[in-house]
């Protein structure tokens, strides 16, 4: 049968992204959606790619992101489309640019910061409000966004020292129905950050009552990932039961040299606690983390590497005992002088890095920092080294799996419907590479940098990156759950 098509990829290996094994086919593409997938010699159309027996794979899907203002800053998002991501998911970490019905502090509290450090993003006094501005100037990635419980106690509470009062958490379960009725997908929380650690499980359970719902999901970067990282993924664990929602570990990692090869145990526990309620989780594959600076967080790592400094922001991209022994001061002192500031603290094993990786159900999310001046490698470069290091050079997994870890698992787990996956009738966002060639080239030395191999990426149908060059469309769009119940 004969048919129009407005793009057709020939000759591709398709990497289908549910985990099955590859095979060959042409690809067509009609308006947003794959029309066919098959043998299209007898079919033609004006737009025609021949990718002679290189890879086509569903866009990647970033499940763990802090791109919230990129979106609208920078949409073209290029350090995203560049390593093949069509969609994000945004709002991580506790931390999301909305709501803030009242003025954000000055300076910002960090690690709000991390999205802003200046406060005049944070201008959107709903979740509503946010997703209309995303709306109305697309960006080129798809987007899936959590309202953040740090965001929420910023916006209600000026003691965050303190628990939520009653009256505060009802304001904050208020802001949450919003954003869910507005097309959230979930909250996460930071309960490990300063403005979060007072907050006890009782208030996380109650600000998240309103997700079930709306099918929501319970995303955290844990209060402890260091000793107390049992504690903690019983207390996230015991917040998903309790609200009757699945629930997302962000990141998942061991942090502290007492605790390397904690993963055996923790990933144990997890595979044990599956069994009985929905758990998903994602990791980075780095074993240096990021985010803003403290010395309690330096004091334990065995490097560490300034991403920026509002103040004196020529020490970006250099080492902390570096920058101390210039300035003639102790490291702790240096810290002072460079607050409020980012770094990369490294302070994780390798083994478990790639224990984590290769757990069946771990996704791949970068945690990448948009806005650092000298950002960690894994904004620019996740899953091109997932792709070229982890899985060719070392050989941690298939391409079947490694695509599978950063397309269909990451749609099913974030409820993405007809993303993910290469089949008929499903939306076109695609990644086109080199399986030879792909690889990160993004290092902690020289942290921005375009990756190799990523041939062409298509969101909804339309071309966004071509051969190292973005191409202006900004078909991006906001996506929601399903509102079926769990
Ligand atoms: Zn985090
Ligand atoms: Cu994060």
Redesign the pocket.
């Known amino acids: 049968m004969q048919k129009n098509f407005d793009l057709i990829i020939r000759h591709a290996t398709v990497i289908d992204g549910t985990g099955a094994p590859r095979y060959s086919a042409d690809i067509g593409i009609v308006g947003d959606r794959i029309a066919k997938i098959g043998d299209l010699s007898l079919s033609s159309s004006k737009n025609e790619i021949d990718l002679q027996g290189r890879v086509a794979a569903p866009g990647f899907i970033d499940a763990?992101t802090h791109d919230d203002r990129m979106m609208l800053s920078d949409p073209e998002m290029t350090p995203k489309i560049s390593q093949g991501v069509t969609t994000i998911i945004g709002g991580?970490?506790g931390v999301s640019l909305a709501p803030m019905p009242r003025p954000i502090p000055d300076p910002v509290t960090p690690p709000l910061n991390l999205l802003d450090d200046e406060g005049s993003w944070f201008k959107f006094p709903t979740f509503a409000s946010y997703l209309s501005a995303l709306k109305a100037q697309p960006a080129t990635t798809n987007r899936a966004m959590l309202v953040g419980h740090t965001t929420l106690r910023v916006a209600v509470m000026d003691d965050l020292e303190s628990a939520a009062t009653p009256a505060q958490i009802e304001q904050m379960k208020v802001l949450v129905s919003e954003a869910m009725q507005a097309g959230a997908i979930g909250v996460s929380t930071?309960l490990?950050y300063e403005p979060a650690v007072a907050a006890p499980t009782e208030e996380v359970i109650e600000i998240c009552r309103p997700l079930k719902e709306f099918n929501g999901l319970y995303c955290t970067?844990m209060r402890d990932e260091a000793d107390g990282v049992m504690d903690s993924l019983e207390e996230t664990f015991r917040i998903g039961r309790e609200v009757g929602v699945p629930v997302v570990i962000?990141?998942h990692k061991l942090i502290g040299q007492k605790n390397y090869g904690r993963s055996d145990e923790t990933l144990a526990f997890i595979q044990k606690s599956m069994a009985k309620q929905p758990i998903c989780l994602d990791c980075y594959p780095y074993a240096a983390g990021s985010?803003v600076l403290s010395w309690s967080r330096a004091v334990t790592s065995a490097r560490v590497i300034v991403t920026w400094s509002k103040k004196l922001p020529e020490y970006a991209g250099q080492d902390l005992d570096k920058i101390a022994e210039k300035m003639g001061v102790s490291q702790e002192e240096a810290v002072e002088k460079l607050l409020p500031a980012g770094a990369i603290y490294f302070r994780m094993d390798e083994g478990d890095v790639q224990k984590i990786m290769q757990f069946g159900p771990t996704m791949i999310g970068s945690?990448g920092l948009p806005h650092d001046a000298s950002p960690h490698p894994r904004l620019w470069a996740t899953f091109p080294r997932v792709l070229g290091h982890y899985r060719r050079a070392l050989g941690l997994f298939s391409l079947e799996t490694a695509v599978h870890k950063m397309t269909g698992l990451t749609a099913v787990n974030f409820g993405l419907a007809d993303r993910g996956v290469l089949k008929e009738g499903a939306y076109a966002d695609l990644t086109l590479f080199d399986d030879d060639t792909v690889d990160a080239v993004a290092t902690y030395e020289n942290p921005i940098a375009l990756s190799k191999g990523i041939e062409m990426v298509i969101v909804n149908g339309e071309v966004v990156w071509d051969h190292g060059k973005a191409t202006g469309a900004r078909p991006g769009r906001v996506l929601s759950r399903p509102l079926t119940r769990v």
């Open positions: 763990h991580n970490c930071g490990f970067h962000s990141h985010t945690d």
